[in-house]
């Protein structure tokens, strides 16, 4: 038997022994805890343990209606909120972003931008083959490019004044103000997009919408786990009661500590973007300064299939690099 069969037999047996010490601990502590309920059990003897059984119980059929009524709740926003992530349509995305224009007329500005990238890159002299690519990233790329920086700035407004919003509530509702008024309030004073949101709100129930409906037409436009918390609150207060001024009290001060989780993060992944910044735009950067200082050098990338070659494969693989670096110093929480 040589060497090299002798170490993998090795490694073999060392990963057998290591992964049968991790089910033996596994199953080790599984029995320890059942052993330990066991014995408490016995201890409790069968009075106590009636006893508590008994009070178990009746706490279980004083929650059971108001457990099952707030399961069920969830399960319907649940719901609704999963319909309406799957029929997204560019409308949505509009509104979304704030942009009181019509899907036709996003369409025929997605066709000016094609055309309009399309000559510009033409002019410049490249081939067919980059005159389509560019028509085409000008004309579906771009567009929705932009909508998708509005819609994440209108979002980040909305979230900076969510929990501002939340506490005029909470001391309308101390003060004895019906809740209808303290949204009206809010509707008035709030800043942008707050205010925006919540006078649709508050203009759909004087319509006859009812309060839950009209959230969820604002989770539509703000789909935001501060709305959807905000959402769950009212819905199962409204269903099974409760003090809504505290309830919302609390999320407000969830909210605050998102925000502040929020902040901590882009704080301590700074360096890091900043880092991905630089080596992002070093390779088009260098090649600019080479372009300028000796274009007749750069030529050969513009003017032959090998040159064009590198240029579509050397931007590919720059595009995954940012994008694996985007990902590496993004935090979803």
Do not use: H
């Not at 019509?102 to 890159?121: D, E, H, K, N």
């Not at 759909?204 to 309060?211: D, E, L, N, P, R």
């Not at 199962?236 to 407000?252: D, H, M, P, V, Y």
């Not at 050397?314 to 595009?319: C, D, E, R």
Request: charged share 20%; hydrophobic share 50%.
């Amino acid at each position: 038997m040589d060497q090299t069969t002798l170490i993998i037999a090795g490694v073999a047996v060392l990963a057998a022994i290591c992964i049968a010490a991790v089910g033996f601990a596994i199953v080790g502590s599984g029995q320890e805890v059942k052993a330990n309920k066991r014995i408490a059990r016995v201890a409790r003897g069968p009075v106590g343990g009636a006893v508590e059984k008994k009070r178990d119980d009746e706490g279980k059929d004083n929650a059971g209606p108001r457990r099952r009524q707030v399961q069920e709740t969830l399960k319907e926003i649940e719901a609704r909120q999963k319909a309406e992530k799957e029929r997204l349509t560019i409308r949505l995305r509009l509104e979304r972003a704030g942009l009181g224009i019509t899907p036709r007329t996003f369409y025929i500005a997605s066709g000016f931008m094609s055309v309009l990238t399309a000559v510009a890159i033409l002019l410049f002299g490249l081939p067919v083959a980059a005159v389509v690519l560019g028509g085409f990233v000008g004309g579906f790329g771009l567009p929705r490019w932009v909508v998708n920086f509005l819609t994440k700035r209108r979002q980040a407004a909305f979230t900076e004044e969510f929990a501002n919003s939340l506490d005029v509530i909470v001391r309308g509702v101390k003060a004895g103000l019906p809740i209808n008024d303290c949204l009206q309030m809010i509707a008035k004073e709030a800043p942008e997009p707050v205010r925006g949101e919540f006078a649709d709100l508050v203009e759909g129930q004087a319509v006859g919408v009812t309060i839950e409906q009209g959230l969820q037409r604002v989770y539509e436009r703000m789909p935001l786990p501060e709305v959807s918390f905000f959402m769950i609150v009212l819905a199962i207060q409204q269903k099974t009661g409760g003090n809504l001024s505290e309830a919302l009290g609390n999320l407000a001060k969830v909210l605050r500590e998102r925000k502040k989780m929020r902040a901590k993060i882009q704080a301590m992944s700074q360096e890091a973007k900043a880092s991905a910044g630089i080596i992002g735009s070093l390779p088009p950067g260098v090649m600019l300064l080479i372009y300028v200082t000796t274009p007749e050098y750069m030529n050969l990338l513009f003017v032959t299939t090998a040159g064009n070659m590198i240029i579509a494969g050397g931007v590919m693989w720059m595009g995954l690099g940012i994008l694996v670096m985007k990902k590496m110093i993004n935090f979803n929480f």
